[in-house]
């Protein structure tokens, strides 16, 4: 078998026996990388003589009983918004072209701290900010199922990386579904912890009040030993609760008797393809057979879901993309007249469309007269929409849902409708602006042979609830490798 082909931890565990070096498993990975790029373009950046320099390092250290992690000498890749010291971090925009952080971000010294080897980082949408990978400045990815389609976004990197076995697990962020929705598109497995669970520090913000870190793997069991390990309080940032249930491994339990598990009526509704429904309800059936007590119910506001978190979104990116400005670090126009020219010239040419829409429309709704209107208004229906998962949740242990209402779109077709691509985002942004956990797994494959992915929401701080439906679930049916896996 191919190392590549294994999960996580079970590389970990061969590196562990020594039947394989660390070494080795990052020139595997190296190597798939080098065969497989020119069809996927999942990396930004490669660190070939770093990656390997970094595996002798965590071999020695793992003989001499230094690192006990079930992850030490496993390779990983990290998305681009993800400061890493010493190593070009661009959030794939020109803006950030020659940005090299001074600093590692948290959640990626976590890992180094276990004896995880970081190989690169992963192409994303310019500053998390899409669905489809398709608006980085430096090309977009494809997906390894069908390189004809999106791999989704704005992980779309860091989950083609793994469905395409160029690494076995990935780290991706999640400000309104991107981890959940590109795992679904790519047939791999993402966790968008509790708000708060995973350090921001080092995460080039988006929109803080709801992004956050997590992991991106083949299966649930390496989600749950990522998590587990990139977990932490952290005093460098205001938003990281201290949490003592951090054990999600223990949470891999075969066991859903007697769960309640809930599925929102207005998630199946107009919008919703035929085939991601059927496979959805399978899949609850299927947990129902384990012994889940499964009803429909009405969640009510999910129409409301999008407007409120393009409005938020949008307003705290508009202030968080302000210290981008030509005069500290990245892209500086050559050519101007003056500061305020510089800065124009500098926003102008650095920022692709996408970003300077969203900033556009962040200033709008922030601007005096439109405050009232828009930005406050999104703020009550946020809080609206967390009360109605808070009744939800009286009631019910997890929901369940698709995570995205079709499978992956062609190349192309979701740019030339911006609006039909914030659309896509109607099961996932609920989840960030409620603050809640939530886990995509693939369920099947459409008639075109693309993956479908399945949802699972707990309430805050029940990422074990999650973790053993998922991991219950997943026992029912095997990973099914994509096309490009297999090359």
């Not at 990245?330 to 510089?342: D, P, W």
């Amino acid at each position: 078998m191919k190392l590549l082909s294994l999960t996580a931890v079970a590389l970990g565990e061969k590196i562990k026996a020594g039947e394989v070096t660390a070494e080795e498993a990052v020139q595997a990975s190296l190597d798939a990388v080098l065969a497989k790029e020119e069809h996927v373009h999942s990396f930004v950046t490669i660190d070939r003589e770093g990656a390997l320099k970094r595996a002798r390092e965590v071999q020695k250290k793992i003989e001499e009983g230094v690192f006990l992690s079930p992850l030490a000498g496993v390779p990983v890749a990290i998305k681009d918004n993800l400061c890493t010291q010493g190593m070009l971090t661009t959030c794939s925009s020109k803006i950030l072209n020659n940005f090299v952080p001074t600093y590692t971000a948290e959640a990626v010294r976590n890992l180094e701290k276990a004896g995880a080897v970081i190989i690169g980082k992963t192409n994303m949408d310019e500053f998390a900010m899409g669905s489809t990978t398709e608006t980085s400045a430096y090309g977009v990815t494809r997906n390894p199922w069908n390189t004809e389609y999106v791999p989704g976004g704005s992980s779309g990197g860091s989950c083609a990386a793994v469905a395409a076995e160029e690494v076995p697990y990935a780290l991706g962020s999640d400000t309104g579904g991107s981890i959940r929705q590109p795992c679904a598109f790519c047939g791999v497995t993402g966790i968008k912890p509790t708000y708060g669970t995973v350090s921001r520090y080092g995460l080039i913000a988006y929109g803080s009040s709801l992004d956050q870190v997590g992991p991106v793997a083949k299966d649930v069991t390496d989600c749950a030993v990522i998590l587990e390990t990139i977990t932490s309080h952290d005093k460098k940032d205001s938003t990281s609760i201290k949490r003592k249930d951090t054990d999600f491994a223990a949470a891999l339990v075969d066991d859903v008797k007697g769960m309640k598990i809930g599925i929102p009526r207005d998630y199946l509704g107009e919008g919703l393809d035929i085939e991601v429904e059927e496979a959805v309800l399978t899949a609850a059936k299927k947990l129902e057979e384990k012994g889940a007590i499964v009803e429909e119910f009405d969640l009510s506001l999910v129409e409301y879901a999008i407007p409120a978190y393009y409005v938020i979104a949008a307003a705290e990116a508009s202030s968080n993309l302000e210290r981008f400005d030509g005069v500290k670090y990245g892209y500086r126009a050559k050519e101007y007249e003056g500061l305020h020219s510089m800065y124009k010239k500098s926003r102008s040419e650095g920022f692709g469309a996408e970003v300077k829409r969203r900033i556009m429309l962040g200033s709008f709704v922030l601007s005096s007269g439109y405050y009232d209107a828009y930005y406050l208004k999104a703020l009550r229906t946020k809080a609206l929409i967390k009360q109605a998962f808070d009744r939800a949740f009286a009631k019910y242990d997890i929901i369940l849902g698709p995570a995205a209402p079709t499978t992956a779109p062609r190349l192309g077709e979701s740019l030339s409708d911006p609006l039909k691509m914030y659309l896509g985002d109607i099961y996932t942004v609920s989840v960030n602006l409620a603050g809640l956990p939530g886990i995509s797994l693939p369920c099947g494959l459409d008639k075109k042979g693309l993956p479908i992915g399945l949802q699972m929401i707990g309430d805050c701080f029940q990422e074990k609830k999650i973790i053993r439906a998922a991991y219950t679930y997943e026992q029912t049916r095997t990973y099914q490798r994509s096309p490009l896996a297999e090359q």
